[in-house]
T-cell receptor, first 113, second 113 residues
């Protein structure tokens, strides 16, 4: 069974640009969560999508947005990039019913110049 | 106060010893608890999850949950150098209709050969 796939693995952008990251969950998983990981802050929850609807949202500015498609694949968009957005962005999928374990993809490392 | 707190370490144990990792959480109603292992430069990997008070064993790993004291721990028996990694504790908050997790900042474990 294929795991969670995130693309691209690495991205380099400049301030002010926008970026879109993609996540394909494990087959059969309907919940997709996004996290930002930085050395100082650890894993910070961005949002969770289930059946194409945002079900939970963390404490991030509106520049961070996401969506989920009918096949459960999800995208995350960050607009007007700032230096502080440099981080590892992780996607995790789960069945989504009840408090199910989440399984992580390899992440996208975003660097802002 | 952070929702989930872990001692950042580093924690060093000799090969073959028992490594004990601890995690406390602030929300008394939390019901689902997860331990992840993260190697440097890699994404988090699920090790164990526990929902009920008491111990849950899986091979060399034992998760212990004490809801009254609001802590969850992970014991690694017969520690191996390959266990050297950062261990993340995750908690699913109560009253959450989705699958949102709060993560601790992790404990760095080094197993010395």
């Amino acid at each position: 069974k294929a795991g969670v796939t995130q693309t691209p693995r690495y991205l380099i952008k400049t301030r002010g640009q926008q970026v879109t990251l993609s996540c394909s969950p494990i087959s059969g998983h309907r919940s997709v969560s996004w996290y930002q990981q930085t050395p100082g802050q650890g894993l910070q929850f961005l949002f969770e999508y289930f059946s194409e609807t945002q079900r939970n949202k963390g404490n991030f500015p509106g520049r961070f947005s996401g969506r989920q498609f009918s096949n459960s694949r999800s995208e995350m968009n960050v607009s007007t990039l700032e230096l502080g957005d440099s981080a590892l962005y992780l996607c995790a999928s789960s069945l989504g019913t009840g408090k199910q374990p989440q399984h992580f993809g390899d992440g996208t490392r975003l660097s802002i110049l | 106060q952070k929702e989930v707190e872990q001692n950042s370490g580093p924690l060093s144990v000799p090969e073959g010893a028992i490594a004990s990792l601890n995690c406390t959480y602030s929300d008394r109603g939390s019901q689902s608890f997860f331990w992840y292992r993260q190697y440097s430069g890699k994404s988090p990997e699920l090790i164990m999850f526990i929902y009920s008070n008491g111990d849950k064993e899986d091979g060399r790993f034992t998760a212990q949950l004490n809801k009254a004291s609001q802590y969850v721990s992970l014991l690694i028996r017969d520690s191996q150098p390959s266990d050297s990694a950062t261990y993340l504790c995750a908690v699913s908050p109560p009253g959450n209709t989705g699958n949102q997790f709060y993560f601790g900042t992790g404990t760095s474990l080094t197993v010395i050969p």
